[in-house]
């Protein structure tokens, strides 16, 4: 680790509390040992799994769990059947599976990456960079060539680019599928000794390994090619061995994120599966006793995850969703309040979908999902609604529910898929909607869609995820995108591009003297100074439109103590939409307040005004020019991992004393 890099890191350490800083050495250490201890554990399961698990040989264990409930459709699907539910599946699937035969992969960045006949699981290979196989906690994963990125050997090993041979071989019953999933897996297991590779670093990702292979393995239990007696004994142990280490490695921390959640839904799907034993009952009653007590703290009560962030709303959703399923297909009991949570969440799931099906581009994002059935696009969330209403039997969810019903079809039949809309459209429109705890604010209006940030720092005022955006807002006008987020592009790979999109100047907020709103360390990557304290002052809805109004205390420490007051007014039917930013305070300052505009968005001037022009379709950008001057610069916009692409940003510019800024989007 580079020496600012140590020195950053001490100074966080030291100023934690010291309970904090006795009990996280107690576990360095205990975690330290396991470098003795792990390979004698490993060859321990090996010979005595059958003992563990009270089990006469391993064909007998693997009938017996084979017959255990699950969680997700794991059994033939006729073509019919199939595109009856989702109109050409059946092809979707069979391109998908074909792609995963070749090793052709579409991960965290643009284009097809080619694995090669022989898969380094170790390697980046978008970079070409490797981490060399070793004890997991002496891999620097984040320190290493700042043009690497750790993500796409963990996103590889999740296995999850496998699904679709899994659909291929449920709807055809080819063994070539159930052939490519054994050599697959054999191949990880080969590279990937227990604790001994970058892909046992962070407990999440043998977590998500979990579920995964848990879905193959009631996909493939009775195909020819996971007959034999030593893959099966290999397999049993690899699984075993990953849920041993989710439970010693726990991601537990002052406050606890999707880290921590994806370790507790690792526990309950590896003690759901193996069902028998002392530590399959104990994984799935801790892990399940930890979603159950995150959930409450995790998913506010008004639905939003307290990431700040709808990519980690989405994956904290499933994440929490899963393992109720897993319960309830085995007939254990989930309280109605957690229900009651998710399908909140649900509900700011609708609301936050614009209209062409796709979300904003709030906080971070990394593509990640819990067990994909249908991957593309990224940007989709609408299942989601689906699949808790068809989970919780809230009826009031399904008017709301929208888009391909694939993940419901893969999740739970076809009959059941079937109660779903088929429709690009929810039959009823998501209200406009205050998310009060998240400080979340959506304006809704036929084809107008305008999502307001005013909430604290993501992860409970740590930054986490989270970004820079107090009282930014994306829009939709008339169906049209014109107002969009930065998005977040990469973490690791490049600290420059990590930094410079979480940023305040990345989102559509004022900025102050070229400030932050929320001071950071360039070097801590998830942590922002809670400093704005984002407050609502004003949430009206008429039949006339929306009022927004909202504040933040980023600017008013030294030497700025300036204060911000924004307010949004949408107006019904006129698709018109005019904000309104005043400052008040002294002394001369340097003011920016930019609009990143969507990037199928051209900008021209025309007279005192510019001109907005996508799809065909013009919008006026009025602005009072005597005082503030607005230049067109060149942006760029994240839609999701990895994927990057130019735009443009209308930046309205002022230096002198503090002076109001009302800026007008209209149709021309």
Same mark, same amino acid.
């Given at each position: 680790? /580079?020496?600012?890099?140590?020195?950053?890191? @001490?100074?966080?350490?030291?100023?934690?509390?010291?309970?904090?800083?006795?009990?996280?050495?107690?576990?360095?250490?205990?975690?330290?040992?396991?470098?003795?201890?792990?390979?004698?554990?490993?060859?321990?399961?090996?010979?005595?799994?059958?003992?563990?698990?009270?089990?006469?040989?391993?064909?007998?264990?693997?009938?017996?769990?084979?017959?255990?409930?699950?969680?997700?459709?794991?059994?033939?699907?006729?073509?019919?059947?199939?595109?009856?539910?989702?109109?050409?599946?059946?092809?979707?699937?069979?391109?998908?599976?074909?792609?995963?035969?070749?090793?052709?992969?579409?991960?965290?960045?643009?284009?097809?990456?080619?694995?090669?006949?022989?898969?380094?699981?170790?390697?980046?290979?978008? /970079?070409?960079?490797?981490?060399?196989?070793?004890?997991?906690?002496?891999?620097?994963?984040?320190?290493?060539?700042?043009?690497?990125?750790?993500?796409?050997?963990?996103?590889?090993?999740?296995?999850?680019?496998?699904?679709?041979?899994?659909?291929?071989?449920?709807?055809?019953?080819?063994?070539?599928?159930?052939?490519?999933?054994?050599?697959?897996?054999?191949?990880?297991?080969?590279?990937?000794?227990?604790?001994?590779?970058?892909?046992?670093?962070?407990?999440?990702?043998?977590?998500?390994?979990?579920?995964?292979?848990?879905?193959?393995?009631?996909?493939? @239990?009775?195909?020819?090619?996971?007959?034999?007696?030593?893959?099966?004994?290999?397999?049993?142990?690899?699984?075993?061995?990953?849920?041993?280490?989710?439970?010693?490695?726990?991601?537990?921390?002052?406050?606890?994120?999707?880290?921590?959640?994806?370790?507790?839904?690792?526990?309950?799907?590896?003690?759901?599966?193996?069902?028998?034993?002392?530590?399959?009952?104990?994984?799935?009653?801790?892990?399940?006793?930890?979603?159950?007590?995150?959930?409450?703290?995790?998913?506010?009560?008004?639905?939003?995850?307290?990431?700040?962030?709808?990519?980690?709303?989405?994956?904290?959703?499933?994440?929490?969703?899963?393992?109720?399923?897993?319960?309830?297909?085995?007939?254990?009991?989930?309280?109605?309040?957690?229900?009651?949570?998710?399908?909140?969440?649900?509900?700011?799931?609708?609301?936050?979908?614009?209209?062409?099906?796709?979300?904003?581009?709030?906080?971070?994002?990394?593509?990640?999902?819990?067990?994909?059935?249908?991957?593309?696009?990224?940007?989709?969330?609408?299942?989601?609604?689906?699949?808790?209403?068809?989970?919780?039997?809230?009826?009031?969810?399904?008017?709301?529910?929208?888009?391909?019903?694939?993940?419901?079809?893969?999740?739970?039949?076809?009959?059941? @898929?079937?109660?779903?809309?088929?429709?690009?459209?929810?039959?009823?429109?998501?209200? /406009?909607?205050?998310?009060?705890?998240?400080?979340?604010?959506?304006?809704?209006?036929?084809?107008?869609?305008?999502?307001?940030?005013?909430?604290?720092?993501?992860?409970?005022?740590?930054?986490?995820?989270?970004?820079?955006?107090?009282?930014?807002?994306?829009?939709?006008?008339?169906?049209?995108?014109?107002?969009?987020?930065?998005?977040?592009?990469?973490?690791?790979?490049?600290?420059?591009?990590?930094?410079?999109?979480?940023?305040?100047?990345?989102?559509?907020?004022?900025?102050?003297?070229?400030?932050?709103?929320?001071?950071?360390?360039?070097?801590?990557?998830?942590?922002?100074?809670?400093?704005?304290?984002?407050?609502?002052?004003?949430?009206?809805?008429?039949?006339?439109?929306?009022?927004?109004?909202?504040?933040?205390?980023?600017?008013?420490?030294?030497?700025?103590?300036?204060?911000?007051?924004?307010?949004?007014?949408?107006?019904?039917?006129?698709?018109?939409?005019?904000?309104?930013?005043?400052?008040?305070?002294?002394?001369?300052?340097?003011?920016?307040?930019?609009?990143?505009?969507?990037?199928?968005?051209?900008?021209?001037?025309?007279?005192?005004?510019?001109?907005?022009?996508?799809?065909?379709?013009?919008?006026?950008?009025?602005?009072?020019?005597?005082?503030?001057?607005?230049?067109?610069?060149?942006?760029?916009? /994240?839609?999701?991992?990895?994927?990057?692409?130019?735009?443009?940003?209308?930046?309205?510019?002022?230096?002198?004393?503090?002076?109001?800024?009302?800026?007008?989007?209209?149709?021309?």
């Amino acid at each position: 680790m /580079s020496p600012p890099r140590l020195l950053s890191r @001490a100074a966080r350490v030291i100023r934690k509390p010291p309970l904090v800083i006795v009990r996280r050495a107690r576990l360095e250490a205990t975690r330290e040992l396991e470098r003795l201890r792990a390979p004698r554990r490993a060859d321990f399961v090996a010979e005595h799994l059958l003992e563990r698990l009270d089990a006469a040989s391993t064909d007998a264990l693997w009938e017996c769990l084979a017959q255990r409930p699950y969680p997700a459709w794991t059994r033939p699907m006729a073509h019919d059947v199939c595109d009856d539910v989702v109109a050409r599946e059946v092809a979707r699937v069979r391109s998908k599976a074909e792609a995963a035969m070749r090793h052709e992969i579409t991960m965290l960045g643009p284009g097809t990456v080619q694995l090669g006949a022989t898969i380094d699981w170790h390697c980046d290979y978008r /970079s070409g960079k490797t981490w060399s196989p070793a004890f997991a906690r002496s891999i620097d994963f984040a320190d290493h060539p700042h043009d690497s990125d750790v993500k796409f050997p963990w996103e590889l090993s999740r296995l999850q680019w496998l699904l679709p041979a899994g659909q291929a071989y449920m709807l055809d019953g080819d063994e070539r599928w159930a052939q490519l999933a054994r050599r697959t897996l054999d191949s990880w297991i080969d590279a990937n000794p227990y604790t001994h590779s970058v892909n046992w670093v962070v407990a999440m990702e043998p977590a998500l390994r979990i579920v995964t292979w848990t879905w193959l393995f009631h996909v493939f @239990a009775h195909s020819a090619a996971w007959a034999d007696d030593g893959f099966r004994q290999r397999f049993l142990t690899a699984l075993y061995l990953h849920a041993d280490f989710v439970e010693r490695h726990l991601e537990i921390g002052e406050i606890n994120g999707n880290h921590f959640t994806a370790n507790a839904t690792g526990l309950v799907f590896g003690g759901m599966f193996f069902g028998r034993g002392t530590d399959a009952r104990r994984w799935s009653e801790r892990g399940w006793r930890f979603l159950r007590d995150e959930l409450l703290r995790q998913i506010h009560p008004d639905g939003v995850d307290f990431e700040a962030s709808t990519a980690y709303h989405r994956l904290v959703t499933e994440l929490f969703l899963m393992p109720a399923l897993y319960r309830a297909a085995a007939g254990e009991a989930v309280p109605p309040w957690y229900y009651r949570r998710l399908v909140a969440a649900a509900r700011f799931t609708a609301a936050y979908t614009k209209p062409d099906g796709s979300c904003p581009l709030w906080g971070d994002a990394d593509d990640a999902r819990t067990l994909p059935m249908r991957r593309e696009p990224i940007n989709d969330h609408r299942y989601l609604v689906g699949l808790v209403a068809l989970a919780s039997g809230d009826e009031d969810l399904l008017p709301l529910s929208s888009g391909p019903r694939s993940e419901a079809l893969w999740l739970f039949g076809p009959e059941e @898929a079937k109660r779903l809309p088929a429709a690009e459209r929810p039959s009823q429109e998501p209200p /406009s909607s205050a998310f009060r705890n998240a400080g979340a604010y959506v304006m809704r209006s036929g084809d107008d869609h305008v999502f307001i940030d005013c909430g604290p720092v993501g992860l409970a005022g740590r930054g986490g995820h989270g970004h820079n955006d107090a009282l930014s807002f994306e829009a939709v006008l008339d169906g049209v995108p014109i107002i969009t987020d930065c998005g977040s592009f990469v973490y690791t790979r490049s600290w420059e591009a990590r930094n410079r999109f979480r940023a305040t100047a990345a989102h559509n907020t004022p900025q102050v003297d070229g400030a932050e709103l929320n001071r950071f360390d360039p070097d801590d990557l998830w942590r922002l100074s809670d400093d704005a304290r984002p407050k609502l002052l004003v949430w009206q809805k008429s039949d006339g439109g929306h009022i927004f109004v909202g504040t933040h205390s980023g600017y008013e420490r030294p030497p700025m103590h300036l204060h911000v007051e924004r307010s949004i007014v949408h107006e019904r039917g006129k698709h018109r939409l005019t904000i309104t930013d005043r400052f008040e305070g002294r002394g001369e300052h340097e003011f920016a307040v930019p609009y990143h505009l969507a990037p199928a968005v051209t900008v021209t001037s025309v007279s005192d005004h510019l001109v907005a022009t996508v799809g065909g379709r013009s919008f006026r950008i009025v602005w009072p020019a005597d005082v503030w001057d607005a230049v067109v610069e060149d942006a760029e916009v /994240s839609p999701s991992y990895g994927v990057a692409y130019e735009t443009k940003r209308v930046v309205f510019r002022r230096r002198g004393g503090p002076a109001s800024l009302v800026v007008t989007f209209e149709p021309a």
